[in-house]
């Protein structure tokens, strides 16, 4: 399947992966640095590993691969790094992860400065790679949100002038279904239409946890040659979506003991087990931040959920009428961002590490599927503040 018939996302993915195996190969050039911009997972571990497979061999990974974040390393550091040549490896690969510290605030000319001098006389063994998740490109470009797209011209006019610009987009509906199709080809086997269907509506277009699934599916029908809409509600419907909805099915029903019970099956049934508190915590936030787009546009049937919904944003369609009646539960706008703020905090919390992912998830759950304080009038701003 040639670049052109795909998206954005996957079209620009593809020019990068050819511009790097060409440099590799010998058979072109390419540029000492780019910037990866936007938040699409799958498509930047795609462009990692053309990158590693082209420049890092596995035995010279220690020396000549860097992970390097702004957050505890200093642009001056990085470019350093980027300067000096390894003695052990003839090439250098750096990732520059936490670029949206170039961006706060102060004007950063020093940093700047140091970017441009570099640029001018880059390392020719050395390549550059800056990982630009903080903005969030959709499939359709003319949807950006407005901090997006001042963020992106920002990225634009200053990295992006002295670097290769390889925008991730969202991956569309049909794209995810073309990947899916063609990557079950590869495996010599053919998945059906609907099937292919279900399972892009199940997990709305992430394609990370698609390609998990169809990982999966390719093993449980291995050696039949066909994928079926019955293979995929049993492998992926049943397992991992119809309990996410009946555990915000409990919160939004203020039944904590319920809630409990299914957050612990969630937990019990993953391969992964509570280091997939992640994955759960960000389908809890996605389902919260639905619900909070159906009450604020007052959706009251499933068929107008679909015009209130984006691409990319959807629930899958089983779950459409279940999501409008939780969501008409919540009495405002103000309890349904409570419970974004809370899943925000937790999610701070797991990513620094705890001792026990499971009794932050329990803890967020509870809290989810308690009644909110009530606000003193004469104390409103404390009473927040206890709300988190």
Same mark, same amino acid.
């Given at each position: 399947m040639?670049?052109?018939?795909? %998206?954005? %996302?996957?079209? !620009?993915?593809?020019?990068?992966?050819?511009?790097?195996? #060409?440099?590799a190969a010998g058979?072109?050039? &390419?540029?000492?640095?780019y910037v990866l911009a936007g938040d699409e997972a799958f498509l930047f571990d795609r462009c990692r590993a053309a990158v590693l497979k082209a420049f890092v061999p596995p035995d010279l990974r220690d020396f000549c691969l860097s992970d390097l974040d702004l957050a505890s390393n200093s642009?001056?550091?990085?470019?350093?790094?980027?300067?000096?040549?390894?003695?052990?490896?003839?090439?250098?690969?750096?990732?520059?992860?936490?670029?949206?510290?170039?961006?706060?605030? %102060?004007?950063?000319?020093d940093e700047f400065a140091?970017?441009?001098?570099?640029?001018?006389?880059? !390392?020719?063994? #050395? /390549?550059?790679?800056?990982?630009?998740?903080?903005?969030?490109i959709p499939t359709d470009i003319r949807r950006m949100e407005m901090d997006d797209k001042n963020r992106f011209e920002r990225l634009t006019e200053t990295l992006g002038e002295r670097c290769g610009m390889v925008e991730l987009a969202r991956v569309s509906e049909e794209d995810a279904m073309r990947w899916v199709i063609a990557t079950a080809q590869e495996a010599?086997?053919?998945?059906?239409?609907? *099937?292919?269907?279900?399972?892009?509506? *199940?997990?709305?277009?992430?394609m990370l946890m698609i390609s998990s699934e169809v990982e999966k599916l390719l093993l449980y029908t291995m050696g039949r040659g066909r994928i079926t809409l019955g293979d995929v509600e049993? &492998?992926?419907? %049943?397992?991992?979506?119809?309990? /996410?909805?009946?555990?915000?099915?409990?919160?939004?029903?203020?039944?904590?003991?319920? #809630?409990?019970?299914?957050?612990?099956g969630l937990l019990n049934s993953s391969e992964a087990g509570e280091d997939a508190a992640i994955g759960h915590l960000y389908m809890l936030a996605k389902t919260f931040r639905q619900m909070l787009v159906i009450l604020e546009k007052n959706v009251r049937d499933s068929r107008a959920i679909w015009q209130a919904l984006w691409q990319g944003?959807? &629930?899958?369609?089983?779950?459409?009428?279940?999501?409008?009646?939780?969501?008409?539960?919540?009495?405002s706008r103000r309890?349904?961002?409570?419970?974004?703020?809370?899943?925000a905090r937790a999610d701070l919390e797991l990513r620094s590490s705890p001792p026990d992912k499971r009794l932050v998830l329990e803890r967020l759950v509870y809290e989810l599927a308690s009644e909110p304080k009530p606000v003193s009038p004469l104390f409103p701003a404390a009473q927040l503040s206890f709300e988190g």
């Open positions: 040639t670049a052109a018939r795909w %998206g954005a %996302g996957f079209a !620009n993915t593809a020019r990068f992966v050819a511009e790097i195996q #060409a440099a058979q072109g050039s &390419m540029r000492p640095g642009i001056f550091e990085v470019l350093d790094r980027a300067q000096t040549p390894s003695l052990m490896a003839p090439f250098q690969v750096i990732f520059v992860r936490n670029v949206r510290q170039l961006y706060t605030r %102060g004007a950063k000319k140091a970017l441009d001098r570099y640029f001018r006389s880059p !390392n020719p063994q #050395a /390549l550059l790679i800056f990982v630009a998740d903080f903005i969030r010599d086997t053919r998945i059906e239409p609907d *099937a292919a269907r279900e399972l892009v509506d *199940a997990l709305g277009a992430d049993t &492998m992926v419907l %049943g397992a991992k979506q119809r309990s /996410l909805y009946e555990l915000t099915d409990a919160i939004s029903a203020r039944d904590r003991a319920r #809630a409990i019970a299914l957050l612990h944003f959807r &629930m899958p369609p089983f779950a459409a009428d279940d999501l409008i009646r939780q969501a008409r539960r919540y009495k309890d349904l961002t409570r419970a974004l703020r809370l899943i």
